[in-house]
């Protein structure tokens, strides 16, 4: 029995510097990146995103778009086979077609689009609450997985200032899928975002090995530029970055620390994930 390919996927939540991140290590020159995909990622499968979006989220598009991975004919008659609608089912024959036109010196990462299976909020329903993109991967890939996350408090004074999601959202509701995701990234191994804002170098070294990567220190002269990103290409939120700066310095409002303060989840994801109770 031939043994199954390697694929390699991170998981972060939205707003939780997952897009600096994932710049980094897709710059690396071994690294093709699919930014944002997810077995429920496009077609009628989500609510609320414009058919451009979704077109950006089909990997598919971001193969060809970015990578040039197929002849123009390739490309379009599978457009017009899927016809931008990837389901579960389709999924991972996708995922598989790309792999294969990638050369054999390159490692396909896939930057999973957690935020539908974690909060949810306003594309799905509801979420699942476990990372859906393994659950359709896992049968035909050897699925190599690690996380990044960004301390709660932060990571919510971000997300909900998104027009999409501000006033749909709840506290308890976003602490919930906060610990769901916690728990799994405590399972599968996990950098900070505090932590890689303080010692890029170092965290990407982590998270490299994590995902089997080889690093590749020259990243630091290319992630600036490097455009293959979803939140980059739909709402240019990176375009001023230039230097990769200290996360979190934002003073907390003191009846928002109320807030988190009572909820439980709150608490077990601190102890999770290794921060500090308040």
């Given at each position: 029995?031939r043994p199954?390919?390697?694929?390699?996927?991170?998981?972060?939540?939205?707003?939780?510097?997952?897009t600096?991140l994932?710049?980094?290590?897709?710059?690396m020159?071994?690294?093709?990146?699919?930014?944002?995909?997810?077995?429920?990622?496009?077609?009628p499968?989500?609510?609320?995103?414009?058919?451009?979006?979704?077109?950006?989220?089909?990997?598919?598009?971001?193969?060809?778009?970015?990578?040039?991975?197929?002849?123009?004919a390739?490309?379009?008659?599978?457009?017009?086979?899927?016809?931008?609608?990837?389901?579960?089912?389709?999924?991972?024959?996708?995922?598989?077609?790309?792999?294969?036109?990638?050369?054999?010196?390159?490692?396909?990462?896939?930057?999973?689009?957690?935020?539908?299976?974690?909060?949810?909020?306003?594309?799905?329903?509801?979420?699942l609450?476990?990372?859906?993109?393994?659950?359709?991967?896992?049968?035909?890939?050897?699925?190599?997985?690690?996380?990044s996350?960004?301390?709660p408090?932060?990571?919510?004074?971000?997300?909900s200032?998104?027009?999409v999601?501000?006033d749909?959202?709840?506290?308890?509701?976003f602490?919930?899928?906060?610990?769901?995701?916690a728990?799994?990234?405590?399972?599968?191994?996990?950098?900070?975002y505090?932590?890689f804002?303080?010692?890029?170098?170092g965290k990407?070294?982590?998270?490299?090995?994590?995902?089997?990567?080889?690093?590749?220190?020259?990243?630091r002269?290319?992630?600036?530029?490097?455009?293959?990103?979803?939140?980059d290409?739909?709402?240019?939120?990176?375009s001023?970055?230039?230097?990769?700066v200290?996360?979190n310095?934002?003073?907390?409002?003191?009846?928002m620390?109320?807030?988190?303060?009572?909820?439980?989840?709150?608490?077990?994801?601190?102890?999770?994930?290794?921060?500090?109770?308040?």
């Open positions: 029995m199954k390919r390697k694929i390699r996927v991170i998981h972060h939540m939205a707003r939780s510097g997952g600096i994932t710049r980094c290590l897709g710059a020159r071994d690294t093709v990146m699919l930014s944002e995909v997810h077995p429920r990622g496009t077609g499968n989500v609510a609320r995103v414009s058919s451009v979006d979704q077109k950006v989220h089909n990997p598919i598009w971001q193969a060809q778009t970015w990578f040039k991975l197929f002849t123009d390739e490309y379009k008659e599978l457009m017009a086979q899927y016809k931008n609608v990837i389901d579960a089912e389709m999924f991972p024959y996708v995922i598989e077609l790309i792999a294969n036109a990638i050369r054999k010196e390159k490692f396909i990462v896939l930057r999973d689009w957690s935020h539908l299976d974690y909060t949810g909020i306003p594309y799905v329903k509801k979420p609450y476990r990372p859906s993109i393994v659950d359709v991967l896992e049968d035909r890939f050897e699925v190599i997985r690690y996380a996350a960004r301390h408090i932060y990571q919510w004074i971000s997300l200032r998104l027009k999601i501000a749909r959202l709840k506290i308890d509701d602490l919930y899928g906060y610990f769901k995701f728990d799994m990234a405590k399972e599968i191994g996990f950098i900070r505090e932590d804002t303080d010692d890029p170098d990407l070294q982590i998270l490299c090995r994590g995902l089997d990567l080889p690093f590749d220190p020259d990243y002269h290319y992630w600036m530029d490097y455009a293959f990103m979803t939140g290409i739909n709402k240019k939120i990176m001023n970055k230039r230097e990769i200290s996360a310095t934002r003073k907390i409002p003191p009846k620390l109320e807030t988190f303060e009572r909820n439980d989840y709150y608490h077990a994801s601190l102890a999770l994930l290794g921060y500090r109770q308040s």
